[in-house]
């Protein structure tokens, strides 16, 4: 494989001055960041726990014990539980992750940075986690159910891998491998992710913890007594808006969840007591305090959550997590917590080999494929030979217009028919040059096929290949290992976007 490197700014240009605001007051690390030693050993025990059963690399085993130390931070990224190995960003959070706390060890000594995947396991849309395409074909496992994520059956996912007959290769034999030896989603995404990242270091976080979420206590009961979250973010909202963005996510009254039945449902605080949104079921504020298990933090929760449970230093997303977490700057005040250090992560584009030897034979760029494809397909046929009329339209523009000069002379009423006249031939010409052109493009349609699936590849369904296409199914073009090898060795903080090849 080789590589290709170009800046990357996805934030909005009304935002970026913002960003930076925030990005610099933690632009060098703590050397100690304000973690009890009591909240680390819980989370330590938490962690063990989770990995029980689990093949540890060493690596893993050392990263999670060093977690007890006081000069031990984490770097995180965090996403939905998804089959298939995921869409190709997830790959790239954790890659991200695991780069920038392998810069930080390199240029920090006396500190420790561990890289860490949060496990969105209590999130609920199913929707998101159960399609996907694979190869062209959009894939529905037919759930009805509802439930969170971590606790998803595997056999759905299972199932199909075994009805692909003829198709087989190392990462593929590791997913049939996860989803075959554990029940739950949660435990066979830990098991891939492990296998694949676990020489790194990585260590794979389940929130969904009653221990865990122990540890988080002053922040969910801050939220059940005052619903601090919602003033907070409007607040923060006022300043982004000032600076010509408009808020990714408006707040909630009460920013909590309620899992109950292996349901998670909205809780909205009504009178004296809390409620879930359907169905309606109340809880008294006490009763919801005894019992934090059945708590859940959404969207602009869970951020706080994370940063309550882990000795944190960064965390690592793509355009719009950061937008979000941006709004909870005041927030993370409101609740005593250390607001990280947000870092864009990695981008890339993969393409296959003799993809990129046709480009570079037809002299095309691959950017301004996937931007302007029509463009692209414009210079292709240009460099063809394009068939274009558009010099002999301006020679019979020039004659028609002596002509009606000197027909004017003669008489006036003949100027609007002559006009009429040229309008008609000018239209002749261009249907003689598109015919002409379409004999070319027939002449030369393979290379025009090749053009177009070059571009579905780029942009599979007119959407950003590391959104559409899964890990699994850049495992048959690709070397993954190669890949994120190539990956973990770039930065994000660079804010770069990769071409690999």
Not at 153 to 174: A, C, I, V
Not at 412 to 424: C, D, V
Request: proline residues 4%; aromatic residues 10%.
């Amino acid at each position: 494989m080789k590589i290709q490197q170009k800046k990357l700014i996805s934030l909005p240009p009304a935002l970026q001055d913002f960003f930076a605001s925030i990005h610099s007051k933690n632009q060098e690390f703590k050397s100690e960041i304000s973690f009890s030693t009591e909240k680390r050993d819980a989370l330590v025990q938490a962690l063990t726990q989770q990995y029980k059963g689990f093949e540890i690399s060493i690596p893993v085993k050392e990263n999670i014990e060093a977690l007890r130390e006081g000069n031990s931070m984490t770097i995180v990224t965090g996403h939905q539980l998804c089959l298939a190995g995921g869409p190709l960003f997830l790959f790239y959070k954790i890659s991200s992750a695991i780069a920038y706390a392998s810069e930080l060890n390199k240029k920090q000594k006396g500190i420790r940075y561990i890289p860490v995947f949060w496990m969105a396991s209590e999130d609920h849309d199913l929707k998101e986690i159960s399609e996907f395409y694979f190869k062209g074909e959009h894939i529905h496992l037919g759930v009805e159910a509802c439930g969170m994520a971590g606790d998803f059956p595997t056999h759905y996912f299972r199932d199909w891998l075994n009805e692909l007959k003829g198709q087989s290769n190392e990462f593929m034999d590791l997913l049939k491998s996860a989803y075959s030896r554990y029940e739950r989603n949660a435990d066979a995404m830990r098991y891939w992710v492990n296998a694949v990242f676990g020489d790194d270091g990585l260590i794979c976080i389940d929130a969904n913890s009653a221990e865990l979420k122990e540890l988080a206590r002053p922040l969910f009961e801050k939220e059940l007594q005052t619903l601090f979250i919602h003033e907070a973010v409007e607040r923060q909202n006022e300043k982004l808006k000032l600076k010509g963005f408009e808020p990714a996510i408006n707040p909630r009254s009460c920013n909590l969840f309620l899992i109950q039945d292996g349901n998670r449902e909205r809780l909205e605080h009504v009178g004296n007591e809390f409620r879930t949104v359907t169905p309606h079921q109340h809880y008294s504020l006490e009763q919801l305090k005894s019992n934090l298990t059945i708590i859940s933090p959404n969207v602009l929760c869970r951020p706080m959550y994370q940063e309550s449970i882990l000795p944190n230093a960064a965390y690592i997303g793509g355009p719009g997590e950061l937008a979000y977490w941006i709004q909870l700057e005041e927030a993370f005040h409101e609740a005593g917590l250390d607001f990280p250090k947000l870092i864009h992560r990695n981008s890339a584009t993969l393409i296959k080999k003799r993809d990129f030897e046709f480009m570079q034979k037809h002299q095309l760029n691959w950017k301004e494929l996937q931007l302007q494809p029509q463009k692209v397909k414009d210079q292709m046929l240009s460099a063809l030979g394009k068939f274009t009329t558009a010099e002999i339209q301006m020679n019979a523009e020039g004659v028609m217009e002596q002509m009606i000069d000197k027909a004017k002379e003669i008489d006036t009423t003949l100027e609007p028919w002559l006009r009429a006249e040229l309008k008609k031939q000018l239209q002749q010409w261009q249907q003689i040059e598109g015919k002409i052109n379409k004999a070319i493009q027939k002449r030369e349609e393979n290379a025009f096929i090749k053009l177009n699936q070059i571009n579905q590849f780029l942009l599979p369904n007119g959407k950003p290949q590391e959104r559409e296409l899964t890990l699994l199914e850049a495992s048959f073009y690709f070397d993954l290992k190669e890949l994120k090898s190539i990956m973990c060795s770039h930065s994000p903080e660079d804010l770069q976007e990769l071409l690999v090849v």
